[in-house]
């Protein structure tokens, strides 16, 4: 494997960051334990492929979900229809002693089905996690805080949309990569807050993102009411129940109901507003 210094010399711009950049114009990759950061704009569409696997374990190849989404390889990784969301997280150790593989282990079981979880460096993973049809919202910042109290880590997440997989999805995980990349970095990021922010600074590069959203969510009329009353209504339920003619609770349980179809919950604003802007 080339050195630090030979990449230097083919790389002139290359940079050594105790950080990754986690910008949209550098390719970043972690090498005897430092970051390095080369600036797109001076690689080709080869260089690029050939350095983003220049740093990741050797063992991930024959992994078939490492393959999928990084487009080794065109075959589905599972023949599950259920949809799934990949996770990916940002971890920073302060005690070497600790085992990468029991604190992914221990991540792991904090989740009901998981359909492959991995390092793809020495700070960085993805977790991908299988739709449950009876889910309700992970408490990701919990997870985050019993995993870190455990291994004295600090953890960073970032939470995608979950998808069908398909033939579409690589794509799809490549445009969330793009979107966390330029977010703001909290300690849990999730997928409605970020998207919005990407629109705020971007007009362009997401458009088969949204194409892929709009097609996910439901088109009965019924639905699209409920939607558009709740964010007219400010997301209060008693008001928006009242003009459906409906039982507050009936609202609960199609609100409850579209979480589980969606992966979006209406009482989160962002999802609420998101959801308003894609159905109208």
Not at 123 to 129: A, N, P
């Amino acid at each position: 494997m080339l050195s630090i210094e030979q990449l230097k010399t083919i790389y002139p711009d290359l940079e050594v960051n105790q950080l990754p950049h986690n910008a949209a114009d550098t390719i970043d990759l972690m090498l005897d334990n430092q970051w390095l950061s080369i600036p797109r704009a001076n690689l080709s569409e080869s260089e690029q492929a050939l350095l983003s696997r220049l740093g990741q374990p050797a063992e991930n190849e024959q992994r078939s979900w490492y393959s999928f989404l990084w487009g080794l390889s065109t075959k589905l990784p599972t023949k599950s229809e259920c949809d799934s969301r990949v996770i990916q997280f940002q971890v920073k150790f302060t005690d070497n002693a600790v085992s990468k593989a029991d604190w992914l282990a221990a991540l792991q079981a904090y989740f009901n089905q998981v359909y492959d979880a991995f390092w793809t460096d020495g700070m960085t993973g993805v977790l991908i996690e299988v739709k449950q049809n009876d889910a309700v919202e992970t408490n990701f910042a919990g997870i985050l805080q019993s995993v870190d109290a455990m291994f004295y880590t600090t953890t960073t997440f970032y939470v995608g949309h979950f998808w069908p997989v398909n033939q579409m999805l690589p794509g799809l995980f490549k445009m969330e990569q793009q979107l966390f990349s330029q977010s703001q970095k909290a300690a849990v990021n999730t997928f409605s807050p970020s998207l919005f922010q990407y629109l705020i600074q971007h007009d362009q590069g997401v458009a088969s993102l949204i194409r892929a959203l709009r097609v996910s969510l439901p088109a009965d009329s019924e639905t699209n009411q409920m939607v558009n009353l709740f964010f007219k209504n400010h997301g209060k339920l008693s008001q928006t129940a009242k003009q459906l003619f409906i039982h507050r609770n009936t609202l609960i349980y199609r609100i409850d109901k579209f979480y589980r179809l969606t992966g979006f919950d209406l009482r989160n604003n962002y999802d609420l507003t998101l959801c308003h802007l894609l159905m109208s």
